[in-house]
Every structure is written in C-alpha cells, then in structure tokens.
C-alpha cells in the first residue's frame, strides 16, 4: 500500500494510526501542503479535491476521506478489530470519532483559517475560533469516554484513532487540556503506545529537521 500524507496532517495521522494498529506495512509518500504540492496536477489525478490522505491499495484503488480510508482498513483486515462487537458499544465509538471528524477538525482545517484570514480577522480572532471549537468537542468528548484504559477500554480503537491526532491540534494552537482529566489519561497511554509513536509527526519522512 501507498500512502499521500503530510506529516502534520490530523487526518493522515489518523489512517496512520490505524495503519500501525493493524501491523500493515506501507509506503508513505509525502505532500507537502506548505508548498502547494497537493494543488499540482499530478495529485489532482490522485485525489481531485487536493487534500491528504490518500490511500493506494495493494491492489491498485485510491481511496480518499480518512473516515473512509479507515472503515475500508476494518473491512479488508478485520482484526485487531477497531471497533467493539455490540452494535450500541460501536455506535458509541463511531460517536466519537464524528465529533471529531465531522464538527472540530473541519473548523480548524487550513482552509477554513485561511478563509478567515481573507475575510480580515487577525490571527488573535483566529486563534479564538479554533480553541473555541476544539475546547467545545473536547468537553463533549470527556463525558461520552470511560474511566479506565483508552476512550472505551484496554486496547485502542477508533475513538483513540480520531482523538489523538486531535489533541495533537489541540498542542499545536496551545488549547488548555486541565479540564479534561480522562482525555489526559487516554493520552498519556497513547504516546507510550508502539502504533501511536510510531504514526506521530515527528517520526515521518517528512518532519522537517530541529
């Protein structure tokens, strides 16, 4: 398998997460936003809407959005499973992971700030924006985790796949974590976690040198 990435990418790192979670092996192949490479016609065949990640199988498709890339990665290779067995235990889960991907991190999408920033707000009104979103999915999210292990147990799954790289985010525009007990728990284990180092942006090819 293939994989378009961009080292600090949320998305990218979730569809690497999953990747090391299930022990597949793939080879990552950079884009780099900053220079616009994902704006170019050779990606533009790959992935029309311009944006990481995107996934070329073992068998040749590409698939594209890291919620889709992800269920395809349950799919085809079903364990270690990502998600629970009871249909309410997964809806729970699958709850989670939307927060995330469908309500906080569409808001704080480069995109979307640089929009902003067109629209003539200063990068204070624009950092306000994001730790509003962030901090309200965040609040939403440590009531709807558990107490112990991970987001729903011992082992990671795909609550865990969406929230770290969320917190990454949340390091990076310096959104304030103490409110959120559980969600420190969670992320404490991940990054003691093998399949979490390892898909971190600063283990890809490339992260840019200190």
């Known amino acids: 398998m293939e994989l378009y990435t961009y080292y600090r990418s949320t998305s990218s ?30 990606y533009a065949a790959i992935n029309p809407q311009g944006r990481v990640p995107a996934l070329r199988t073992d068998g040749g498709d590409v698939l594209v959005q890291s919620p889709a890339i992800i ?13 629970p067995a009871g249909t309410e235990d997964r809806a729970r889960v699958r709850a989670v992971a939307a927060i995330i991907a469908c309500d906080v991190h569409p808001l704080h999408n480069v995109s979307v700030l640089n929009q902003l920033r067109q629209l003539g707000h200063d990068e204070s009104q624009v950092n306000q924006w994001i730790g509003h979103w962030i901090g309200q999915g965040l609040a939403a999210i440590e009531q709807l985790i558990g107490d112990e292990g991970f987001c729903f147990g011992a082992s990671p799954g795909l609550a865990d796949v969406y929230l770290i790289p969320q917190l990454y985010a949340a390091e990076r525009f310096t959104v304030d974590l103490g409110a959120y007990p559980r969600i420190r728990r969670v992320a404490a284990l991940a990054q003691r976690h093998p399949a979490f180092v390892t898909a971190h942006p600063s283990r890809q090819p490339d992260t840019p040198a200190q």
């Open 71 to 83: 269920e395809y990665l349950e799919e085809a290779y079903p364990q270690p499973a990502l998600l």
């Open 13 to 42: 790192f979730r569809v690497r997460i999953a990747l090391a979670l299930k022990g597949l092996d793939y080879q990552a192949l950079p884009v780099n936003l900053l220079k616009g490479e994902q704006l170019g016609a050779g």
